[in-house]
């Protein structure tokens, strides 16, 4: 029977990356009955309204969604369409896995590590107070009250971290383990100088591995972990974060194999889960078919895992392997020089994945 799934082609060069993405899926063999469904600043320009209630209807309709990239205006009081999905279908986690796939030039070659984020918390869970309000003078008498003194003029951002938000995070990043043949989970924390914050996020975790003793656990001090990537990154395996350090790391790992466009990511929730790149929507390539559809392709690949396909998500991500490791018929991101004439677009990309999956 056809997967039911929501096709959001984005904008910016997403809906050129998305239409390669939909082309390598549908080689596997695998039905897909897409239900198409738009977001992003077109749909903005167009309706007045990036994030239609279609769209989210459709994502809860279906539970699953492949989307390409989102632009999210500066200074315009446009609310990001990625944040906006997180937080209606409460997609947790984030899975952002970083393989050094061979042809890529990276100075990290045994890069292989999959970056567990949490998703709803910690700095990034929206609680400020703006310098010189009200709001922002009542928050500081609260904590002159409490023995903490802030300055007049400091702006004030709130880092939540629960119980429930870690113990779920956490749990993620071992499932995924145990799913995907991983063996070791580490988590990345500053628990030496955030106790409350941190030092509860490291003794939840402490306290989910034990229902794991299949999988071997450590933790690490985030600074030192970034310190350890890019000096023996073979030592890692899954690492499960916070919000804030997961955003950053999530970088590093893309930077360490060979660019934002190799960068697939997954964000899970208990309903529902969409699969995007980790990169934006690179306007300034929109329409040129030039960029790399790899990270999509790649994020493609983990939907398949997610639907239980995953004999179809080892032969097409086989597939991408073997156009990126023959270097011939890829975009100009995988090439010696940017400016290479032997560089193909994005939808001849594509179609080299399509003929090796049919070789
Ligand atoms: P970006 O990732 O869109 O592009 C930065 C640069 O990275 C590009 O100029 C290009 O040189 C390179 N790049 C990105 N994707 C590539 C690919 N597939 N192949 C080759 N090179 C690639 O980042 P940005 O310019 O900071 O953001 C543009 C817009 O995208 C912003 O509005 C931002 O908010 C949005 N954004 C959306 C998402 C999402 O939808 N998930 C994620 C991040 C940023």
């Known amino acids: 029977m056809a997967h039911d799934v929501t096709f959001i082609p984005g904008d910016g060069t997403g809906p050129e990356l998305a239409e390669a993405t939909r082309r390598i899926l549908e080689a596997t063999g695998v039905e897909f009955a897409w239900d198409r469904q738009e977001a992003g600043v077109d749909e903005y320009d167009k309706h007045g309204n990036p994030f239609p209630g279609v769209t989210l209807d459709s994502l809860k309709r279906t539970g699953v969604g492949i989307k390409g990239p989102t632009t999210t205006p500066v200074g315009s009081g446009f609310r990001s369409v990625n944040v906006l999905l997180r937080k209606e279908l409460d997609l947790y986690a ?8 061979e042809g890529v ?12 984020r949490e ?3 910690d700095l990034y869970a929206g609680i400020e107070f703006e310098q010189g309000t009200e709001d922002n003078a009542r928050l500081r008498s609260c904590l002159a009250q409490l023995g903490s003194e802030v300055r007049e003029d400091a702006g004030i951002s709130v880092k939540p971290i629960s119980v429930f938000g870690s113990e779920r995070i956490v749990r993620s ?5 145990r799913e995907n043949d991983r063996h070791k989970v580490t988590a990345a924390h500053k628990a030496n100088i955030m106790k409350f914050s941190d030092g509860l996020f490291l003794e939840v975790a402490r306290r989910v591995a034990q229902d794991y003793p299949d999988i071997e656990f450590e933790d690490r001090i985030i600074d030192n972990l970034c310190n350890q990537l890019v000096s023996r990154p073979e030592e890692y395996d899954v690492i499960v974060l916070p919000n804030l350090y997961g955003d950053i790391v999530s970088d590093l790992g893309a930077g360490m194999i060979g ?3 190799l960068a697939p990511g997954g964000n899970i929730g208990s309903d529902a889960a969409v699969f995007e790149a980790t990169h934006g929507s690179a306007p300034k390539y929109k329409g040129l078919n030039r960029v790399n559809p790899t990270a999509l392709m790649l994020s493609g690949v983990l939907m398949l895992r997610h639907l239980s396909e995953r004999e179809a998500a080892d032969r097409l991500e086989a597939a991408i392997a073997a156009v990126i490791k023959q270097g011939e018929k890829v975009t100009y991101d995988l090439k010696p020089t940017r400016d290479d004439p032997t560089a193909v677009g994005t939808s001849q990309f594509a179609d080299a994945v399509i003929e090796e999956i049919n070789s």
Do not use: H, Q, S
Not at 173 to 177: Q, W
């Open 259 to 261: 660019g934002l466009g």
């Open 94 to 101: 984030c899975i952002r896995p970083c393989k050094a796939y």
């Open 119 to 121: 998703n709803t918390e």
């Open 105 to 116: 030039r990276t100075r990290f070659p045994e890069t292989d590590i999959v970056i567990v």
């Open 173 to 177: 990043a071992f499932d995924y383990a």
